[in-house]
């Protein structure tokens, strides 16, 4: 006996095969079964209603059939192939399925007194081996009784699979395969002049996806596309920002060590000066020296007492490094790449021409750098790293999201509203500092600003939900929302 098949799709001829006759028929089946006779307000002229037993002899189905019952048995294969790849879930996990039978037949097992003997329990075995059995078109003998069974059988057995298959379903199976787009294809024989190659597409999971769910196809394409966009924007994004925190910590780095060195030297002043002050109070008065520091430094070395020549020694090596500090931060403010830092906020000239025509800096240039890098501190770091937060996220998502076949359409709008809160999230994290206090940090030398308003910022576009729901929360407390006005007398 050749195994059951079900009719998933054809245009319908007016014979039982329509749901209006198929309903019919299976009134008039019951009718027959019970006894009982025509209601008085039929037309006792009309023609009989159909059997439900006849063979149908056209393989033409119902629309509602083609739309349907074929898209569900492809649905059913891919929820089929999907748990039996699942060590967490087995294929035999949907249990025994009781089979229709029919009032009138015992063709399945059953009695013809369907009340007083149960419908036929099929295991899990002969459950997968008749809908594997299933083929569209079906078999021309099949009974319109026979392809109703099939495609109550087909729609438990989908039923049962998508519980299983949870948190996964047939949707978003046949959505991940279509998203990935699994290819295999090969060349049929060489061209010729005549006959050019022809390229062959064989089977795949994603083919099968496609049948169940011609729908999705364009959402899927496009969805792709968009991910494979999303990635490449954020390895570039990812890129400017690692070289932009680079050359902006450097730079702090550059300003901090000036400020620690101008410290330095001007304590080391301070000592030499109260020094000298001390030494010329237990002389007489024509003997004092008033030199100022560089001069006793330098050209006046060898008349300075050892103390004197001791703090001399620490005043040249923090004066060296003073006027260093200065001159690497003027380099860096002027020599690519670092240079480009000033276009979107212009700045003097921190090189000027001496006497002799060499470039020199000056320290007063060494405050509007930091104020620059002050900027990209507070602003616009923050907005980078949110955004790559935000990839990093979305990309970590649907990478999940695929792992468990869980991918659906909704996501690639999901996707579109997450990157631009995203966003939102980095640049709101500037709000919450000023260029001022960063300068401050930046000459206290830590340089620790730069790096938390970047990683909060990465933090808020990571996860940009718990941001939004922290400034929720912060507006209930800030402008007491949900406390009641206390009433007056």
């Known amino acids: 006996m050749s195994s059951p098949t079900l009719d998933l799709g054809q245009t319908p001829s007016p014979d039982p095969a329509s749901p209006v006759g198929g309903a019919t028929a299976a009134a008039t089946a019951a009718a027959s079964a019970t006894g009982a006779t025509p209601a008085s307000g039929e037309s006792p002229g009309s023609s009989p209603p159909p ?59 059953g009695s013809t007194d369907s009340g007083a003997n149960p419908a036929p329990t099929l295991p899990p075995i002969e459950v997968i081996r008749r809908i594997c059995a299933l083929r569209y078109p079906p078999q021309e003998n099949l009974s319109l009784s026979e392809r109703a069974d099939n495609s109550a059988l087909l729609l438990c057995v989908k039923d049962k699979l998508n519980s299983i298959a949870h948190p996964a379903n047939g949707l978003t199976i046949a959505y991940t395969y279509m998203f990935l787009e699994e290819t295999a294809q090969s060349t049929g024989d060489e061209s010729t002049e005549q006959q050019p190659a022809v390229i062959i597409e064989k089977g795949t999971r994603a083919t099968v996806a496609k049948a169940a769910y011609p729908g999705l196809i364009p959402s899927a394409k496009r969805f792709r596309c968009f991910h494979r966009s999303v990635a490449r924007v954020g390895a570039a994004i990812t890129t400017l920002s690692a070289i932009l925190l680079w050359m902006v910590v450097y730079g702090v780095q550059l300003t901090s060590r000036f400020e620690e060195d101008q410290k330095s030297a001007t304590d080391v002043t301070s000592q030499i000066y109260a020094l000298v002050d001390k030494e010329n109070a237990a002389i007489a008065a024509e003997r004092q020296s008033h030199d100022s520091v560089p001069t006793r430094c330098r050209a006046g070395i060898d008349a300075q007492s050892n103390q004197v020549r001791l703090l001399c020694n620490q005043w040249s090596y923090y004066q060296a490094r003073y006027e260093k500090s200065i001159n690497d931060v003027a380099t860096f403010a002027n020599k690519w790449p670092s240079d480009w830092l000033t276009v979107p906020f212009p700045t003097s000239a921190t090189l000027e021409k001496n006497k002799a025509g060499d470039s020199i800096a000056t320290q007063e240039d060494v405050q509007s750098i930091t104020l620059v890098l002050s900027a990209y501190a507070s602003y616009v770091l923050p907005v980078l790293f949110g955004l790559v937060g935000t ?99």
Do not use: C
Not at 402 to 419: K, M
Not at 430 to 455: C, D, E, H, K, R
């Open 391 to 489: 990839i990093a996220s979305f990309l970590r998502d649907i990478s999940n999201r695929i792992t468990g076949s869980i991918l659906s359409p909704r996501d690639e709008t999901l996707a579109i509203i997450r990157i631009i809160l995203g966003a939102i999230a980095g640049l709101a994290v500037g709000l919450f500092f000023t260029p001022s206090s960063v300068a401050a940090q930046i000459s206290s030398g830590a340089g620790v600003l730069t790096l938390s308003a970047s990683g909060i910022a990465f933090l808020a576009g990571y996860g940009a939900d718990g941001f939004f729901r922290m400034i929720d929360a912060m507006i209930t407390r800030v402008f007491s929302i949900d406390q009641k006005p206390t009433p007056t007398r």
């Open 51 to 109: 059997d439900p037993d006849r063979t149908v002899s056209s393989q033409v189905g119902s629309p509602a059939e083609q739309l349907i019952l074929q898209r569900d048995l492809n649905e059913a294969l891919l929820l089929m192939d999907f748990i039996s790849g699942r060590p967490d879930v087995h294929i035999w996990d949907i249990g025994d399925i009781k089979y229709p039978v029919r009032a009138d037949k015992s063709a399945h097992g």
